[in-house]
């Protein structure tokens, strides 16, 4: 079974910075595109950034320039470092692991809160 288990969330007044972890268990990690979503209260989840195995890089317009996501193979980890933050960037983030290639799974971490403070 594939394990994503995020860390790093809390509270945090806006301007303010967070470091959110994601460790994976379970895959071969550099088979996998890895991203992070976040869902709000009352809003469908949405993508917030993610990293192909080659380190091709997406942001969402909302966080580009703020946010960053890095991945280290070695460690079956991804990271999201979030400068800058504002209350609309409130929500639980979720990792989300997609294997690409057979047996192509897509797994979802339990998520972690992140609530910015005006």
């Known amino acids: 079974q594939v394990h994503p288990v995020e860390s790093g969330g809390g509270l945090v007044q806006a301007g303010g910075s967070l470091r959110l972890s994601c460790a994976v268990s379970?895959?071969?990690?550099?088979?996998?595109?890895m991203a992070w979503y976040r869902q709000a209260p009352g809003k469908q989840r949405e993508l917030v950034a993610q990293i192909t195995p080659s380190e091709v890089i997406d942001y969402a317009d909302s966080v580009k320039g703020r946010f960053t996501i890095s991945r280290d193979n070695a460690k079956n980890t991804v990271s999201l470092q979030m400068n800058s933050l504002k209350p609309e960037d409130t929500a639980v983030y979720y990792c989300?692991?997609?294997?690409?290639?057979?047996?192509?799974?897509?797994?979802w971490g339990q998520g972690t809160q992140v609530t910015v403070s005006s």
């Open positions: 989300n692991a997609r294997e690409l290639i057979s047996p192509w799974r897509n797994s």
């Open positions: 379970g895959i071969i990690f550099p088979i996998n595109v």
